[in-house]
């Protein structure tokens, strides 16, 4: 009796189109930080008053307590003519869309500080997925920004789920974490990083673990166009996030 062969269970993972998507998440985009360089263009000295000033308004950040990719690079920036200071957060890398060709490879971030005649704080405003949020911060002292678990947006500490833009609050990015974990997945074959946010949305929204951004300031300049040097500081491809809330 002729025995008929066992059918090929692994021939469509040889399809050169299964090979191509494979061979692309291998070579998916890598973060390429550069060395820190001695000089950029504007800097302040240290002593500086606006460099002082600066680290004196410099936010403190709470992370959710789970937060995979570290904090790289951090630039300040004083506007030369407005009573404001940008703070440009690099962090490694961001939970999602890390494993498609054409994504940049690190999350840029920003939180913009205003301040009165006497140098204190008078405004907070946040980048938050394509809109900016803003708080009244006048007598509040610290600066404080909570920071969204994995995509790294930022809010006026104890903002209000309900102040939130429609479709991107905390609890639209809770549900996108676990109906992503596909995307998560594959971001893991790319580069280190997390395969599901693995708790509860209560322990999701709980922001708790402090990070102190003045003592981590790469640079302080001042110029109202800082592009050039967060190319320098934060490399060539960046996510070239507004440098100012208006």
Known sequence: MKRRSAPNRTGKWR?????????????????????????????????????????????????????????????????????????????????????????????????????????????????????????????KGQVIVDVQWGKHGSMPSRTRERDLPLFKRLGDFYAIAWLGLPDLALGRLTRAGPLCFCHGYDRYREFNRPVFVAPLLDAIVRTESPNQSLRLLFGKTYSEKPNWPW
């Open 15 to 139: 399809h050169p189109y299964y090979l191509l998507f494979f061979v692309a998440i291998a070579c998916g985009p890598r973060a390429r930080i550069p060395t820190r360089p001695a000089v950029l263009p504007q800097a302040l000295t240290a002593e500086h008053p606006g460099a002082v000033l600066a680290r004196q308004l410099a936010p403190l950040l709470y992370l959710q307590r789970d937060e995979w990719f570290p904090l790289v690079r951090i630039l300040a920036v004083l506007h030369p003519s407005r009573p404001v200071i940008a703070y440009h957060l690099l962090w490694r890398d961001d939970a999602h869309a890390a494993w498609l060709p054409f994504t940049i490879p690190t999350d840029q971030e920003v939180v913009w500080v205003g301040y009165d005649s006497t140098g204190a704080p008078s405004d907070l405003w946040t980048y938050w997925h394509g809109s900016i949020l803003h708080a009244n911060w006048r007598g």
